[in-house]
């Protein structure tokens, strides 16, 4: 008779460290976690947010659940105190951003549950969600943004143009050429620049279907600020200058 294999040392080895660190980490209150939130700046917090988004994007490509031992240990870190605020602004850019729903399967593991969202909220692949976020940024700027300004932007959300990404490929192509041909956005070369600088602007695509009253309430959420503390931005929106009804981007393209 054919006897099972028991388990190797080295996995139960293994398997008795994870449910460690999981033990080890305990959610801090809400008490504990507002002091931390003093004692950080809101750049930083975005930071650490946009680490724990791209780290999670990319597990995802392995269909492989986030431990939260394993995000607290490997990306979290000092910032443990205000772990439910990252994972909530995290699960708040997945909505908004990508179209995605960040899940808690059980209390140790985290997935991203795809397809919840209608395109009419929000951009429902990765692609329109890279594009929303330079339109958002374009319109929050003041209709128009230099190059280095948009690439800065990207990197804060660990998409560099100078590298290629599992997602998007080749970043600055599909930004430069690709958006551009479809009209989403207009690239131009700034006159008398030395070195030669060139600055983005909303084509006229994205005039016909991104709504900026959607972009300016996304904001607000991101920020947790009322959309109308950006004055300029909200009589914008509001005063019928974006002829975009529907506040939806065609994914027929992507």
């Given at each position: ?10 996995l139960?080895?293994?398997q ?16 504990q ?19 724990v ?10 269909k ?10 490997n990306?979290?870190k000092?910032?443990r ?9 995290a699960k ?28 009419h ?5 990765p ?6 976020v330079?339109?958002?940024v374009?319109?929050?700027?003041g ?43 207009e ?22 279907e991104v ?14 600020q009322?959309?109308?503390s ?7 929106a509001?005063?019928?200058?974006s ?12």
């Amino acid at each position: 008779m054919t006897q099972r294999k028991r388990p190797s040392n080295t996995l139960r080895l293994s398997q008795s460290k994870e449910e460690d660190e999981d033990v080890t980490f305990t959610q801090p209150s809400s008490s504990q976690v507002q002091r931390g939130l003093e004692k950080l700046t809101p750049a930083q917090v975005d930071q650490k947010t946009a680490e724990v988004v791209q780290y999670i994007l990319v597990k995802d490509q392995k269909k492989i659940p986030v431990r939260r031992a394993e995000l607290v240990k490997n990306i979290v870190k000092d910032y443990r105190t205000v772990y439910p605020e990252i994972i909530k602004r995290a699960k708040r850019i997945f909505e908004q951003v990508f179209g995605l729903k960040l899940v808690e399967i059980d209390p140790k593991n985290h997935i991203l549950n795809k397809n919840v969202l209608s395109v009419h909220r929000c951009p429902s692949n990765p692609k329109t969600g890279l594009l929303f976020v330079i339109l958002s940024v374009i319109f929050m700027k003041g209709g128009i943004v230099r190059e280095n300004q948009i690439w800065n932007t990207l990197k804060k959300l660990r998409v560099d143009p100078g590298q290629r990404h599992e997602e998007f490929g080749d970043v600055r192509k599909v930004v430069t050429e690709e958006f551009v041909r479809q009209r989403y956005l207009e690239y131009t070369r700034i006159p008398h620049t030395e070195p030669i600088e060139y600055e983005f602007r909303w084509g006229h695509r994205a005039d016909m279907e991104v709504s900026k009253a959607q972009i300016l309430e996304f904001m607000g959420q991101l920020h947790e600020q009322d959309p109308r503390s950006w004055s300029q931005q909200y009589r914008e929106a509001h005063t019928g200058s974006s002829s975009a009804s529907s506040g939806s981007l065609s994914t027929s393209t992507f």
